[in-house]
Antibody, heavy 117, light 107 residues
Framework: EVHLVESGGGLVQPGGSLRLSCSAS????????MHWVRQAPRGGLEFVSA????????YYGDSVRGRFTISRDDSKNTLYLQMSSLRAEDTAVYFC??????????WGQGTLVTVSS | EIVLTQSPATLSLSPGERATLSCRAS??????IAWYQHKAGQAPRLLIY???NRATGVPARFSGGGSGTDFTLTISSLEPEDFAVYYC?????????FGGGTRVEIK
Protein backbone atom coordinates (compact mmCIF):
# COMPACT_ATOMS: atom_id res chain seq x y z
CA GLU A 1 0.00 0.00 0.00
CA VAL A 2 1.30 3.42 -0.92
CA HIS A 3 2.01 5.82 1.94
CA LEU A 4 3.26 9.38 1.79
CA VAL A 5 3.97 11.05 5.10
CA GLU A 6 4.93 14.72 5.28
CA SER A 7 6.80 16.25 8.20
CA GLY A 8 8.68 19.39 9.13
CA GLY A 9 5.86 21.90 9.22
CA GLY A 10 5.44 24.41 12.00
CA LEU A 11 5.41 28.06 12.97
CA VAL A 12 8.12 30.25 11.44
CA GLN A 13 8.66 34.00 11.35
CA PRO A 14 8.49 35.96 8.12
CA GLY A 15 11.84 35.76 6.35
CA GLY A 16 12.63 32.46 8.00
CA SER A 17 13.34 29.02 6.59
CA LEU A 18 11.90 25.56 6.97
CA ARG A 19 12.55 22.17 5.38
CA LEU A 20 9.72 19.79 4.68
CA SER A 21 10.20 16.07 4.18
CA CYS A 22 7.96 13.46 2.59
CA SER A 23 8.69 9.85 3.41
CA ALA A 24 7.40 7.41 0.80
CA SER A 25 6.67 3.69 0.99
CA UNK A 26 4.74 1.04 -0.88
CA UNK A 27 6.16 1.77 -4.32
CA UNK A 28 9.50 2.15 -6.08
CA UNK A 29 10.12 5.80 -5.21
CA UNK A 30 12.93 6.31 -7.72
CA UNK A 31 10.61 5.41 -10.63
CA UNK A 32 8.22 8.32 -10.15
CA UNK A 33 8.07 12.06 -10.50
CA MET A 34 7.09 13.73 -7.26
CA HIS A 35 5.38 17.03 -6.53
CA TRP A 36 4.55 19.44 -3.75
CA VAL A 37 1.11 21.06 -3.71
CA ARG A 38 -0.23 23.45 -1.08
CA GLN A 39 -3.57 24.67 0.19
CA ALA A 40 -3.84 28.02 1.91
CA PRO A 41 -6.43 28.44 4.69
CA ARG A 42 -9.89 28.57 3.13
CA GLY A 43 -8.19 28.38 -0.26
CA GLY A 44 -7.82 26.03 -3.16
CA LEU A 45 -4.96 23.85 -4.26
CA GLU A 46 -1.79 25.37 -5.73
CA PHE A 47 1.11 23.67 -7.48
CA VAL A 48 4.39 24.39 -5.68
CA SER A 49 7.13 22.30 -7.24
CA ALA A 50 7.93 19.12 -9.12
CA UNK A 51 10.97 16.93 -9.55
CA UNK A 52 11.32 14.19 -12.15
CA UNK A 53 13.06 10.89 -11.74
CA UNK A 54 16.74 11.17 -10.89
CA UNK A 55 16.17 14.88 -10.36
CA UNK A 56 16.73 15.50 -14.07
CA UNK A 57 14.09 18.20 -14.32
CA UNK A 58 12.75 20.57 -11.68
CA TYR A 59 9.83 22.97 -11.89
CA TYR A 60 8.43 25.64 -9.60
CA GLY A 61 5.26 27.64 -9.36
CA ASP A 62 5.67 31.35 -10.01
CA SER A 63 4.95 32.31 -6.41
CA VAL A 64 7.82 30.24 -4.94
CA ARG A 65 10.46 30.28 -7.66
CA GLY A 66 13.78 31.53 -6.32
CA ARG A 67 12.79 30.92 -2.69
CA PHE A 68 11.99 27.20 -2.53
CA THR A 69 14.17 24.25 -3.54
CA ILE A 70 12.89 20.75 -4.21
CA SER A 71 15.12 17.70 -3.96
CA ARG A 72 14.90 13.96 -3.51
CA ASP A 73 16.99 11.21 -1.95
CA ASP A 74 16.09 7.96 -3.65
CA SER A 75 18.24 5.97 -1.22
CA LYS A 76 15.99 7.17 1.59
CA ASN A 77 12.72 7.22 -0.37
CA THR A 78 12.31 10.82 0.67
CA LEU A 79 11.24 14.04 -1.03
CA TYR A 80 12.24 17.42 0.37
CA LEU A 81 11.19 21.03 0.07
CA GLN A 82 13.59 23.66 1.39
CA MET A 83 11.68 26.87 1.93
CA SER A 84 13.41 30.19 2.57
CA SER A 85 12.44 33.87 2.67
CA LEU A 86 9.05 32.74 3.88
CA ARG A 87 6.10 35.11 3.66
CA ALA A 88 2.71 35.22 5.33
CA GLU A 89 1.15 34.12 2.06
CA ASP A 90 3.15 30.87 2.21
CA THR A 91 0.98 29.80 5.13
CA ALA A 92 -0.69 26.60 3.97
CA VAL A 93 -0.95 22.87 4.30
CA TYR A 94 1.76 21.35 2.14
CA PHE A 95 1.05 18.03 0.46
CA CYS A 96 3.46 15.77 -1.32
CA UNK A 97 1.98 13.84 -4.21
CA UNK A 98 3.06 10.98 -6.41
CA UNK A 99 2.64 11.71 -10.08
CA UNK A 100 0.97 9.29 -12.45
CA UNK A 101 1.01 10.55 -15.98
CA UNK A 102 -0.45 14.05 -15.84
CA UNK A 103 -2.25 13.62 -12.52
CA UNK A 104 -1.53 12.55 -8.93
CA UNK A 105 -2.59 9.09 -7.87
CA UNK A 106 -1.51 9.36 -4.23
CA TRP A 107 -1.20 12.22 -1.80
CA GLY A 108 0.00 12.56 1.75
CA GLN A 109 -2.19 14.05 4.45
CA GLY A 110 -0.17 17.24 4.53
CA THR A 111 1.88 19.27 6.99
CA LEU A 112 0.89 22.75 8.14
CA VAL A 113 3.28 25.65 7.69
CA THR A 114 2.36 28.89 9.45
CA VAL A 115 4.35 32.03 8.71
CA SER A 116 3.67 34.62 11.36
CA SER A 117 5.45 36.89 13.80
CA GLU B 1 -1.15 30.24 -17.05
CA ILE B 2 -4.21 28.15 -17.81
CA VAL B 3 -7.12 29.13 -15.58
CA LEU B 4 -9.68 26.50 -14.61
CA THR B 5 -13.11 27.77 -13.60
CA GLN B 6 -15.33 25.38 -11.70
CA SER B 7 -19.06 25.78 -11.35
CA PRO B 8 -21.11 25.91 -9.33
CA ALA B 9 -19.09 26.89 -6.27
CA THR B 10 -21.55 25.00 -4.08
CA LEU B 11 -24.01 22.28 -4.98
CA SER B 12 -26.69 21.44 -2.42
CA LEU B 13 -28.19 18.03 -3.08
CA SER B 14 -29.75 15.09 -1.25
CA PRO B 15 -28.39 11.54 -1.12
CA GLY B 16 -29.52 9.63 -4.18
CA GLU B 17 -29.57 12.69 -6.42
CA ARG B 18 -27.36 13.22 -9.43
CA ALA B 19 -24.50 15.72 -9.24
CA THR B 20 -23.03 17.41 -12.29
CA LEU B 21 -19.89 19.49 -11.78
CA SER B 22 -18.34 21.68 -14.45
CA CYS B 23 -14.74 22.69 -15.15
CA ARG B 24 -13.90 25.15 -17.91
CA ALA B 25 -10.35 25.86 -19.08
CA SER B 26 -9.17 29.21 -20.41
CA UNK B 27 -7.58 27.40 -23.35
CA UNK B 28 -7.62 23.88 -24.69
CA UNK B 29 -6.02 21.29 -22.44
CA UNK B 30 -6.78 18.36 -24.74
CA UNK B 31 -7.98 15.68 -22.30
CA UNK B 32 -5.34 16.41 -19.64
CA ILE B 33 -7.87 16.91 -16.86
CA ALA B 34 -8.05 15.10 -13.55
CA TRP B 35 -10.68 15.27 -10.83
CA TYR B 36 -10.05 14.90 -7.11
CA GLN B 37 -12.25 14.53 -4.06
CA HIS B 38 -11.05 16.27 -0.91
CA LYS B 39 -12.37 16.02 2.61
CA ALA B 40 -11.03 18.25 5.39
CA GLY B 41 -8.02 16.79 7.16
CA GLN B 42 -7.58 14.02 4.61
CA ALA B 43 -5.42 13.45 1.60
CA PRO B 44 -7.07 14.37 -1.69
CA ARG B 45 -8.24 11.34 -3.67
CA LEU B 46 -7.83 10.91 -7.41
CA LEU B 47 -11.17 10.07 -9.03
CA ILE B 48 -10.73 10.62 -12.76
CA TYR B 49 -7.64 11.06 -14.92
CA UNK B 50 -7.28 12.00 -18.57
CA UNK B 51 -10.80 13.42 -18.47
CA UNK B 52 -12.73 10.15 -18.46
CA ASN B 53 -10.71 7.33 -16.87
CA ARG B 54 -11.71 6.20 -13.41
CA ALA B 55 -8.83 5.71 -11.01
CA THR B 56 -8.28 2.40 -9.28
CA GLY B 57 -10.98 1.60 -6.76
CA VAL B 58 -13.26 4.50 -7.69
CA PRO B 59 -16.94 3.48 -7.81
CA ALA B 60 -18.73 3.43 -11.15
CA ARG B 61 -21.13 6.18 -10.03
CA PHE B 62 -18.30 8.63 -10.75
CA SER B 63 -17.77 9.49 -14.40
CA GLY B 64 -15.91 12.18 -16.28
CA GLY B 65 -16.24 13.61 -19.74
CA GLY B 66 -15.23 16.40 -22.04
CA SER B 67 -12.27 17.56 -24.07
CA GLY B 68 -10.67 20.81 -25.10
CA THR B 69 -12.01 23.43 -22.70
CA ASP B 70 -15.18 21.97 -21.16
CA PHE B 71 -15.27 19.09 -18.74
CA THR B 72 -17.76 17.51 -16.40
CA LEU B 73 -17.68 15.22 -13.41
CA THR B 74 -20.92 13.36 -12.81
CA ILE B 75 -21.90 11.46 -9.69
CA SER B 76 -24.90 9.43 -10.77
CA SER B 77 -26.42 8.88 -7.33
CA LEU B 78 -24.92 10.59 -4.31
CA GLU B 79 -23.87 8.44 -1.39
CA PRO B 80 -23.37 9.96 2.09
CA GLU B 81 -19.58 9.67 1.73
CA ASP B 82 -19.59 11.71 -1.49
CA PHE B 83 -20.26 15.04 0.23
CA ALA B 84 -16.91 16.79 -0.11
CA VAL B 85 -15.03 19.35 -2.19
CA TYR B 86 -14.11 18.42 -5.76
CA TYR B 87 -11.24 19.92 -7.73
CA CYS B 88 -10.30 19.67 -11.37
CA UNK B 89 -6.66 19.93 -12.40
CA UNK B 90 -4.93 20.34 -15.74
CA UNK B 91 -1.42 19.50 -16.79
CA UNK B 92 -1.09 20.50 -20.38
CA UNK B 93 2.36 21.78 -19.45
CA UNK B 94 4.45 21.53 -16.30
CA UNK B 95 2.75 24.66 -14.97
CA UNK B 96 -0.23 22.71 -13.79
CA UNK B 97 -3.20 24.43 -12.24
CA PHE B 98 -6.28 23.56 -10.25
CA GLY B 99 -9.80 24.86 -10.34
CA GLY B 100 -11.23 26.69 -7.36
CA GLY B 101 -13.32 23.71 -6.30
CA THR B 102 -16.99 22.77 -6.02
CA ARG B 103 -18.37 21.94 -2.60
CA VAL B 104 -21.06 19.26 -2.71
CA GLU B 105 -23.11 19.64 0.45
CA ILE B 106 -26.10 17.90 1.91
CA LYS B 107 -29.34 19.72 1.23
Amino acid sequence: EVHLVESGGGLVQPGGSLRLSCSASGFTFSDYNMHWVRQAPRGGLEFVSAITTYGREIYYGDSVRGRFTISRDDSKNTLYLQMSSLRAEDTAVYFCAKAKGRSYDYWGQGTLVTVSS
Amino acid sequence: EIVLTQSPATLSLSPGERATLSCRASQSVNTYIAWYQHKAGQAPRLLIYDASNRATGVPARFSGGGSGTDFTLTISSLEPEDFAVYYCQQRLTWLLTFGGGTRVEIK
